[in-house]
């Protein structure tokens, strides 16, 4: 070896450890925030385009977005939260609104806190209130399932109804019509799964109730709403305008095939309604009917979840900054996620964007996005309290006696009794 090589052999090392020493600390500051969801067509990939848009401005931070099963969500989560095993938790992860507070009562400490971040003054009331406890709120309200009347438009002239005749109608107005609507057309007005209590709770919500009250006891046979909701159902059985659906899909395939002429549910649905290219144009949105008693509204909300940050997570900052900047101040960000994937956010400044205010012609050019996010900020705000599915299990169960002719008082009763065994 000469001199010279020698000489520079030094540097050489000295550069070799110096490249060394900057991928090292490159490595150590990248930062990857996992995230467990569902639905890989929905969530899932309205994550991944929240993640991009973020790593932009943070090319440091990557996410790993993992689609589970929604019960399997719920089954890790709550097998993590119980053993204490942080390691086994992810640092996001997304909640159903019905479940969050049995999450957050359950688990005091596993959530991250976010109300000295987030200006919680900018989303719809509603979706806050599911996740605040103690005055203190623990999510990232995400998607709404502000609820419409969808209704096929050419079946309703056929009756002898235009458009207006379909605003702000109360339900028994609701039921004339169908039974007019059947006479005339020999469709019936809507599908209904007597074994499923979604509409229930639709019209309950509607009047700002829930199975139970502001301080999580059970609210069930002095419930106005929840009675007024029962009788309500009965009625459309006994004048028997429904077309009887038995689970998800049959209920879809009701109004899919033309075969009634109404469904009332969240906002979701668009675009299975709009995945019918022949009846486009046949169908119009309207707020759904309200019932006539104290509290009525004609607005609500069926389904919906949020984001929530593990406080156990090692990216924490990271995450509570990724979801602050994207969900709660990105108005582009829910244009895209509306036109790409039919997802209405919670964040009502999103509705000043153009998504939200362009006509739509599959509804004969109506502006349905900005009439649901406009319903959304009208949403009575409820309790949804930690046993929901458990009193919706127990509601299920009593809809077949409604069928029979049951009374309403009684079965409210035997609700009750139900409720109160499961909650104990």
Known sequence: MDNLARAYLPR??????????????????????TIWCWDPNFNVAIMKEAGARYTKTHPDVTFNVVDFAKTDVEQK????????????LPDIVLIEDYGAQKYLQSFPGA???L????????????????MTVDGQVYGMPFDSGVTGLYYRKDYLEQAGFKPEDMQNLTWDRFIEIGQQVEEKTGKKMMGLDPNDAGLVRIIMQSAGQWYFDKDGKANV???????????TVGKIMSANIYKPAAGWSDWVGTFTSGDVAAVVTGVWITGTVKAQPDQAGKWGVAPIPALSIDGATHASNLGGSSWYVLESSAEKAEAIDFLNEIYAKDIDFY?????????????????????????????????????FSDWLAKVPSVNYGIFTNEADTA??????ALTQGTPVDDVLKAIDAEVSAQIQ
Not at 12 to 33: D, M, N, W
């Open 12 to 33: 050489i090392a000295g550069l070799a450890l110096a490249s060394v020493s900057f991928l090292a600390v490159t490595a150590a500051e990248a930062k990857e925030i």
């Open 77 to 88: 989560l709550q097998t993590g939260l119980a053993s204490g095993t942080a390691d086994a």
């Open 111 to 113: 959530f991250a806190a």
């Open 115 to 130: 109300s000295g971040t987030v200006d919680y003054s900018g989303f719809a009331p509603y979706k806050v209130d599911v």
């Open 221 to 231: 046979t002095g419930n106005p709403a929840l009675k007024a909701a029962l009788e």
């Open 335 to 371: 244009q895209k996620i509306l036109q790409d994937r039919g997802a209405v956010g919670s964040l009502l400044a999103a509705r000043g964007g153009a998504a939200y205010e362009a006509a739509d012609p599959f509804f004969g050019g109506e502006k349905v996005w900005q009439n």
């Open 395 to 400: 509601v299920t169960a009593q809809l077949p």
